[in-house]
């Protein structure tokens, strides 16, 4: 989900994406119709703060979602990483220590293997 900026935000984040060097372009964030920004070489939607990928066709856009994808599932899988951490200090009972310990363990294996995926992806291209 999108988190809407007033306009002096947006405003605020266009100027400053403008005085880092960034180039507006006359293209439109899909999402929020405000300009995108070429920033160091990537395009950025600087009111959603979000990268933008531009596809001609449907399998463009699947290969192009694949790393955005992994960059959420992991930055999900780190919170609940930091989240069990917490409550793995906090046990006393075996068997609560034993279930988040092997959570833990799956959720690592999630990492993992994003980062397999990232590479097979990265070698293909």
Same mark, same amino acid.
């Given at each position: 989900m999108?988190m ?6 947006t405003?605020?984040?266009?100027s400053?994406?403008?005085k ?24 950025r ?6 990268? &933008? /990928? %531009?596809? $001609?066709d449907?399998?463009?856009? =699947? @290969? ?5 994808? +992994?960059t959420?599932?992991?930055g &999900? /899988? %780190?919170? $609940?990483?930091?989240?069990?951490? =917490? @409550?793995l200090?906090?046990?006393?009972? +075996?068997?609560?220590?034993?279930e988040t310990a092997?959570?833990i ?6 990492l ?8 097979a ?5």
């Amino acid at each position: 989900m999108v988190m809407s900026l007033g306009k002096d935000d947006t405003v605020r984040r266009m100027s400053e994406a403008l005085k880092a060097g960034g180039k507006m372009l006359a293209e439109a964030c899909p999402v929020c119709g405000n300009p995108l920004f070429e920033i160091k070489g990537e395009l950025r939607c600087v009111a959603c703060d979000k990268p &933008v /990928v %531009v596809v $001609k066709d449907k399998t463009e856009s =699947g @290969r192009a979602l694949i790393p955005i994808v +992994l960059t959420s599932l992991e930055g &999900v /899988v %780190v919170e $609940k990483l930091d989240e069990l951490t =917490g @409550r793995l200090a906090g046990a006393v009972d +075996l068997g609560e220590i034993d279930e988040t310990a092997r959570t833990i363990d799956s959720l690592l294996s999630v990492l993992r293997k994003s980062e397999e995926i990232r590479q097979a992806f990265r070698q293909r291209d």
